[in-house]
Every structure is written in C-alpha cells, then in structure tokens.
Antibody
Framework: QVKLQQSGAELVKPGASVKLSCKTS????????MSWFKQIPGQSIEWIGM????????GYNQKFKGKATLTVDTSSSTAYMDLSSLTTEDSAVYFC?????????????WGQGASVTVSS | DIVMTQGALPNPVPSGESVSITCRSS???????????LNWYLQRPGQSPQLLIY???TRASGVSDRFSGSGSGTDFTLKISGVEAEDVGVYYC?????????FGAGTKLELK
C-alpha cells in the first residue's frame, strides 16, 4: 500500500535552516507529484508547493517562495523540503502528500507530519 | 487566491444524526473538462488529513457511503448520514482548480 514516512520532529534556532524528508513506498515515485503543507496547531492548512518527481519541476505558493525549496531523490523515492532563515512564525507541523494525477491532483495519501519548532 | 469559506456545525451532535457541512468558494471551481475541483478532507485529532471526496462528489477509495458531496460551481455541501464516533474531527474543503491550492478554515464535528 501507499506509504509516506516523514522525518522526525526538529528543534532549530532562529536563522537556521532545516531539511525535512518524506520517504515513499508502494507506488511509482519517479512519475508522481508531491505537495507540501504547513499547519500551525489549531489552524487550517496552507499549501506550500508541489514538485514533479519526473523532472524536478516545481510550483510554489507565492507566500513561501524564498522560504521553502522542494527537491526529490528518485533513487530513494524520497521528497525533501528545505526551509531557510527560520523564524518563530515557521514553527508548525509540515505534511507531505501525494498528488493523484489521475484524479485531478487531489492529495490522496499523506505523511504523518513533522513538527518544526523554532526557538532560541 | 481563491478564498474558501466554511460553515459551522451545531456541536455537539447526537450520534446517529445526519449533518451537512457547507463550503463556498470565491470563484467557480467548475473547469472546462466538466469537473468541479472541490475536495473534502477529514483530520481526526492528532492525525494527518484524510481524503474523503474529490471532484465535488466522488468518494475516495475506502470511504464510507455515509459521506456524500454535492454542490454547484461555488457552493458545496458535505453530508454525513448518521454520524459515528469515528467521524469526530475537523473537516476541510479545498480547491484544486488553480495554484495556490487553498483550504477552508475547517469545520469541527463533536459528538454528544
């Protein structure tokens, strides 16, 4: 079955960067799409961007341009998101989710989430 | 950006009752392919979101037929027929028509 396993919780200092991973299994990663999301506990969900594993092509939410960078490693079926110049406003849970090309790019499988806490 | 606005539920809801959650988009989500790009998700407490409905009315694989979606190009409804304990959580509508994808604020379902 489709699985998305995210990396663990991170505690980072302001100004630092962090790289989150999302390791996939159970489907053909190399021709798939992946989105990333931000959710502050108790709040709604924000779409950060999407990446196509076939060629690394990306689309970003303007709000997160310069903050998030999406990449993939097809040899390990893993997607990554780099978050840079972190501030306390970046403290949140981040999710990866597969976009189903066959169903209008709907997010049909999600990772368990990774908590990022930015604190000095 | 497309703004998604969700309605509230009269919580707590008695088990077995049917409820409807509303969602409105600031732009029509009907695309030229005839499909309406409106999706529904459930996020149970402490879990990641789970897809329930896509293309406004198509149930995702494995989703109970107690869940049904309907609507027009801008006004949408998720109906839960006979709520059960496992339905507790926050329901989100999301537009998949254009970037950036956007979500509603969420509608919380609590059981009596």
């Amino acid at each position: 079955q489709v699985k998305l396993q995210q990396s663990g919780a991170e505690l980072v200092k302001p100004g630092a960067s962090v790289k989150l991973s999302c390791k996939t299994s159970g489907y053909t990663f190399s021709t798939s799409y992946m989105s990333w999301f931000k959710q502050i506990p108790g709040q709604s969900i924000e779409w950060i961007g999407m990446i196509y594993a076939g060629d690394g092509g990306t689309g970003y939410n303007q709000k997160f341009k310069g903050k998030a960078t999406l990449t993939v490693d097809t040899s390990s079926s893993t997607a990554y998101m780099d978050l840079s110049s972190l501030t306390t406003e970046d403290s949140a849970v981040y999710f990866c989710a597969r976009n189903s090309y066959a169903h209008g790019y709907v997010m049909d499988a999600w990772g368990q989430g990774a908590s990022v806490t930015v604190s000095s | 950006d497309i703004v998604m606005t969700q309605g509230a539920l009269p919580n707590p809801v008695p088990s077995g009752e049917s409820v409807s959650i509303t969602c409105r988009s600031s732009k029509s989500l009907l695309y030229s392919d005839g499909k309406t790009y409106l999706n529904w998700y459930l996020q149970r407490p402490g879990q990641s979101p789970q897809l329930l409905i896509y293309w406004m009315s198509t149930r995702a694989s494995g989703v109970s037929d107690r869940f049904s979606g309907s609507g027009s190009g801008t006004d949408f409804t998720l109906k839960i027929s006979g709520v059960e304990a496992e339905d507790v959580g926050v329901y989100y509508c999301q537009q998949g028509l254009e970037f950036p994808y956007t979500f509603g604020a969420g509608t919380k379902l609590e059981l009596k």
